[in-house]
């Protein structure tokens, strides 16, 4: 495997990082690579906030996976930060070699960095072998996770 680089993404990277997002069976139903306007703005928006931290990989290959962290103030656990990881993605090519768990290792690492008292995240009922993959890293499945969409 190459050296991989993991560093806060910038505005020339996201046609890469939706193009990973959308590179699934979920992720190609709710995503379009038609026009990347809408995500410029997010981007920008998630740029700007101190509380968002949008990471890329990449090595000599260029942008080969990305995750999103967000740091939450709490109240609960003697007012805790807690980091929240989204959208943990590695390009399709580099899938199965480890990559996954140096990128999530990195945030784990963010997170103790930041002071943060648990690093917590959800994963879609039907990605099986992403929920194992989280168990390896330490992971437990303590809660059931509910979303509505608006």
Same mark, same amino acid.
Not at 32 to 37: K, Q, W, Y
Not at 59 to 83: C, E, K, N, Y
Not at 106 to 131: F, K, N
């Given at each position: 495997?190459?050296?991989i ?16 997002? @959308? ?6 139903? +709710? ?5 990347? !306007?809408?995500? %410029?703005? *997010?981007?920008a /928006? ?5 509380r ?15 995750l ?18 989204? @959208? ?6 580099? +899938? ?5 768990? !140096?990128?999530? %290792?990195? *945030?784990?690492? /963010? ?8 690093v ?15 168990e390896?890293?330490?992971f ?11």
């Amino acid at each position: 495997m190459n050296e991989i680089h993991i560093r806060r993404a910038r505005a020339g990277d996201v046609e890469h990082i939706v193009t990973l997002i @959308a590179d699934d069976r979920l992720g190609s139903a +709710r995503e379009s690579l038609d026009d990347f !306007e809408p995500y %410029r703005r *997010a981007f920008a /928006e998630i740029d700007a906030d101190p509380r968002q931290l949008l990471a890329v990989a990449e090595d000599a290959g260029g942008i080969v996976g990305t995750l999103q962290l967000t740091f939450i103030p709490g109240l609960s656990r003697r007012g805790a930060t807690r980091a929240l990881v989204e @959208a943990v993605r590695v390009r399709a090519d580099r +899938r199965g070699a480890g990559l996954g768990g !140096e990128l999530m %290792r990195w *945030a784990i690492d /963010e997170a103790r960095r930041r002071g943060c008292a648990l690093v917590q995240l959800t994963s879609d009922g039907t990605r099986t072998d992403a929920h194992r993959f989280y168990e390896r890293l330490g992971f437990t499945a303590s809660h059931k996770g509910f979303k509505l969409t608006l």
